[in-house]
């Protein structure tokens, strides 16, 4: 079966009480429990993560090597900083959706540089919660396609 990782970075864990007002009131365990739904109905199976760190999360990404055959990444506050995750997208070579919840482009100027866009295979941002949904359908569409 179809296998694809989501992984979520640093602060995410807060989703519900994080900002409202940006991210929505949707907990990342409503997230979680979309995911898998929408797994369900797409045939394919997920695992979801998050962590806070960055180490962590290019460990994640290693592991992912031979068993994931897509990664859906909300890198969070990393997207903008770590050469190290784009590195580790590269590195393992799985095609890789960048999500935000927000609308990046919107916000801060510091938000609109991503590190993981120049590695991943296309970025979907602004649609809350929803995002998720959109990603895992684009990525179980891209691995049909390519296989
Ligand atoms: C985010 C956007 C990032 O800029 C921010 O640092 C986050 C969340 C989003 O999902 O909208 O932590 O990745």
Do not use: W
Not at 11 to 38: F, K, V, W
Not at 75 to 100: K, N
Not at 120 to 133: E, K, N, P, Q, R
């Amino acid at each position: 079966m179809t296998s694809i990782l989501v992984l979520n970075g640093p602060n995410l864990n807060l989703l519900g009480t994080r900002q409202p007002e940006i991210y929505g009131s949707t907990t990342l365990a409503d997230i979680e429990a979309m995911c898998h739904d929408t797994a369900k109905t797409l045939g394919v199976s997920v695992t979801f993560e998050q962590n806070n760190v960055e180490g962590a999360m290019v460990d994640l990404i290693h592991a992912a090597r031979g068993i994931q055959d897509g990664i859906i990444l909300n890198a969070g506050a990393y997207t903008h900083t770590s050469v190290a995750l784009m590195d580790a997208v590269s590195s393992v070579e799985i095609p890789t959706i960048e999500l935000h919840l927000s609308n990046i482009h919107a916000r801060e100027e510091f938000r609109h540089t991503s590190y993981i866009a120049k590695v991943a295979l296309g970025v979907i941002c602004g649609f809350g919660a929803h995002g998720y949904v959109l990603a895992l359908q684009a990525m179980a569409q891209h691995l049909k396609a390519s296989s």
